[in-house]
């Protein structure tokens, strides 16, 4: 069965408060449920289905997901979706994924960011500039991303819509009785909204054959599969799925604002008129909200679609009723400054869609749309624009100077959602019910009682929820941006530290990141949490280029990200560094030139020959001086300060000596030598050039028994 978006529901939220949460689309709900979870790291099977179910995180494709080279399907990184019984034909499923590591806001940044982009990326007028974007415009998509071009149109921005991830490229299948099918994005079979497993978000399938039972990996039972499959590109980090709900259904802690009319006895609708109807309407209501006109179905220009939610046709003299999910607050009064009040505040989002009925002839009336700005000041005297408080529900119509008047007696009809605001917080695992309201017998017709007796809850808490920010808060944001070099600094005095990357983590991202990169620690800092990338390290220098070591490259600021995979010699892939540079390049100073790189790596292997104190188990002294030198050579968490291996910081043979005589177990150091990339190192330490970091090699070490 299908709930339809608008649909309402009822979430328990405690002490006997229950907060209307409405569907924000339309969603399937089938039987099948998902018993079996298994991941395949490219090597081999893991059963992942108690973790899952039990709320544990999940390695969807392993620690180290990489490739087969040459790429074999059989050998790729995969996460298997087993069902108790065959998903149904051409039916979309859906599928809800949370992962470890996302940031706040992450999916709204990334749309805000392609939204600036295709503004700033609009093809000119000018017929002698024939194309955009330029080459090599490090503001628009390039290779790195293999984003699909988007059609331009001259002199207009293309809509934004979520873009893929900057490197990795998954496919979706469904198990036949003959094998392995991929489904088509282009033929609507599959929508991933989590951008190949990265990002919180809804996987949603629509399967155009049967599928077959069948035994696979390491689970004996057999199961109806679905299989999310790696085919291209890299991770910045392993995806961790944190869980993944059937049937989901994703809402917003809002109610739609419904408005009931009177129509008068002599009208004769036009058009087929019944509860649940989405439509345009043309209508005229005169100056008492009586409707004198209603015809359904008609595309008339502006006119918003409209739910009836009840209807009764005016028969045998006597006036009929219809509820519409747009209310009438007011009429134009011809005089400036009218501010008309909406019913139930706070607005949903600050959002209103309003619309005047114009002209006041009830036998001509047609609609006129404004614009939603957020002050008048700009406004032309024939411009029709309004402004909103949302929190009082108050609307702002213009003067005739700035702004035009809503004409005498002209309706003015509202249609906009009303919420809790931040009352509206739900934490996990609440009750939930349909809720017994006409809207949801219009929506669901005879589906109603089968929904009502379904057992719902959130396995997550709710995100996001604020009341209108006040002078206080706005204030404090506003010192928080303009402060946010400084905090930075004085996170990292002059004198004391040159850069973030030695200091912890967590109180580095604690500090805003400023809009603008004005310092080397301000690259730093920004470069750590850009919107759709996983960065665990990053280090920047002035004057210096990799690509010419020893020279003074005036003006450059050398950005160098060290992500968390591959294991053992993390290295950006082509497309994290494409998208680091994209985001970096938009807020740089004017005229710095910016490269953004990965590190450098030296192997380095320690050659020793150890001596145990008495009784010591020989085999787990050498492999605990194995495992230590690996740790303190690691460039994620090794280094003095187990923050990974500082940037440019030598090998000390003094240090290494250390490492290897506090394993337990180790009396003393008999002899002990470090070689570089396989090359002895004569003065005993070895030197790291400035952007690049050590890894550790196949240690040769002998252990002497007492």
């Known amino acids: ?52 179910r039990e709320l544990l995180p999940v390695q969807v494709f392993g620690p180290n997901p990489l490739l087969p080279q040459p790429y074999a399907t059989a050998k790729a990184p995969a996460l298997l979706l087993g069902f108790d019984r065959a998903l149904p034909k051409n039916v979309p499923i859906r599928l809800y994924f949370r992962f470890d590591g996302a940031m706040r806001n992450e999916r709204q940044r990334l749309l805000d960011e392609a939204a600036e982009v295709a503004l700033e990326c609009v093809q000119p007028q000018d017929p002698c500039t024939p194309r955009c974007p330029p080459k090599n415009d490090p503001w628009c998509a390039d290779a790195f991303t293999s984003r699909p071009a988007t059609p331009l149109v001259p002199g207009k921005a293309a809509t934004p819509t979520l873009p893929p991830h900057h490197s990795v490229r998954t496919v979706w299948e469904y198990l036949a009785a003959d094998g392995w099918h991929v489904l088509d994005p282009l033929a609507g079979e599959v929508d991933d909204q989590t951008r190949g497993l990265t990002l919180d978000g809804p996987v949603t399938l629509r399967i155009p054959g049967d599928m077959a039972a069948t035994s696979v990996g390491v689970v004996s039972t057999p199961s109806f599969y679905l299989r999310c499959r790696l085919v291209r590109g890299a991770y910045d980090s392993a995806p961790v799925m944190l869980g993944i709900t059937m049937n989901a259904l994703v809402t917003e802690q809002a109610m ?117 700005r957020l002050d008048l000041d700009s406004a032309k005297p024939s411009d029709r624009r309004f402004s909103l408080l949302p929190m009082e529900g108050e609307l702002h119509l213009g003067d005739g100077v700035r702004g035009r008047m809503a004409p005498n007696d002209a309706p003015i009809l509202a249609k906009f959602r009303s919420t809790a605001a931040s009352g509206g917080a739900l934490a996990a695992a609440r009750s939930w019910s349909l809720a017994d309201i006409a809207l949801n017998h219009a929506l669901l017709g005879p589906l109603f009682s089968t929904v009502a007796s379904a057992r719902l809850n959130n396995t997550f808490p709710s995100d996001g929820g604020a009341d209108a920010e006040d002078l206080g808060a706005a204030a404090t944001r506003a010192a928080a941006a303009l402060w946010s070099h400084e905090r930075l600094v004085r996170l990292c005095p002059r004198g ?103 590190p450098e790596y030296i192997t380095v292997t320690v050659n020793a020959r150890v001596r145990t104190v008495g009784g010591a188990d020989a085999s787990r002294v050498h492999a605990d001086v194995v495992k230590a030198l690996d740790s303190f050579l690691d460039p994620l968490v090794g ?17 290494i000596l250390q490492v290897v005589d506090q394993v337990r177990g180790v009396d003393h150091v008999l002899e002990l030598t470090i070689s570089a990339d396989d090359r002895a190192v004569a003065c005993g330490n070895l030197c790291v050039p400035p952007t690049w970091l050590v890894t550790s090699g196949a240690h040769v070490i002998e252990v002497a028994t007492t």
């Not at 002490?15 to 395949?40: K, N, Y």
């Not at 209508?283 to 502006?302: K, S, T």
């Not at 280094?639 to 440019?648: A, D, I, Q, V």
């Open 1 to 52: 069965m299908v709930v339809p978006h608008g649909t309402v529901f009822l979430a328990d939220a405690g002490a006997g408060v229950r907060l209307p949460f409405q569907t924000l689309d339309d969603a399937s709900l089938v039987e099948a449920q998902c018993g079996v979870i298994q991941s395949c790291d490219g090597k081999r099977f893991h059963d992942r289905s108690r973790a899952a």
């Open 639 to 655: 280094g003095p300060s187990g923050r990974g291996w500082p940037f440019g910081r030598d090998v000390y043979r003094s240090e």
């Open 496 to 598: 004391e530290c040159a850069t973030l990357d030695q200091l912890e983590r967590a109180s580095v991202l604690d500090l805003p990141e400023p809009d603008r990169a004005t310092t080397l620690l301000d690259f730093e800092r920004i470069a750590l949490e850009v919107p759709g990338t996983r960065v665990r390290r990053a280090r920047a220098w002035a004057e210096l280029d990799p690509a010419y070591p020893g020279l003074e490259a005036s003006g450059t600021v050398t950005v160098v990200v060290v992500p968390e995979l591959p294991l053992g010699k993390p290295q950006p892939s082509r497309g994290l560094l494409g998208a680091l540079r994209r985001w970096l390049n938009r807020r740089r100073v004017l005229c710095t030139r910016l490269v953004v790189v990965g």
């Open 256 to 372: 739609p604002a419904l408005g009931r009319y009177t129509i008068a006895a002599t009208v004769v609708p036009v058009g087929a008129i019944a509860p649940g109807l989405r439509t345009q309407f043309l209508l005229a209501i005169d100056a008492n909200g009586v409707i004198q006109r209603l015809e359904a179905g008609v595309a008339a220009p502006h006119a918003p679609e409209l739910i009836v939610v009840d209807y009764t046709a005016p028969a045998a003299g006597k006036t009929g009723e219809i509820t519409l999910d747009i209310v009438r607050i007011a009429s134009g009064t011809g005089l400036p400054e009218q501010h008309p009040a909406l019913p139930d505040a706070p607005v949903s989002r600050g959002q209103v869609t309003l619309r005047t009925l114009e002209p006041a002839d009830t036998s001509m009336q047609h609609w006129v749309d404004w614009t939603q």
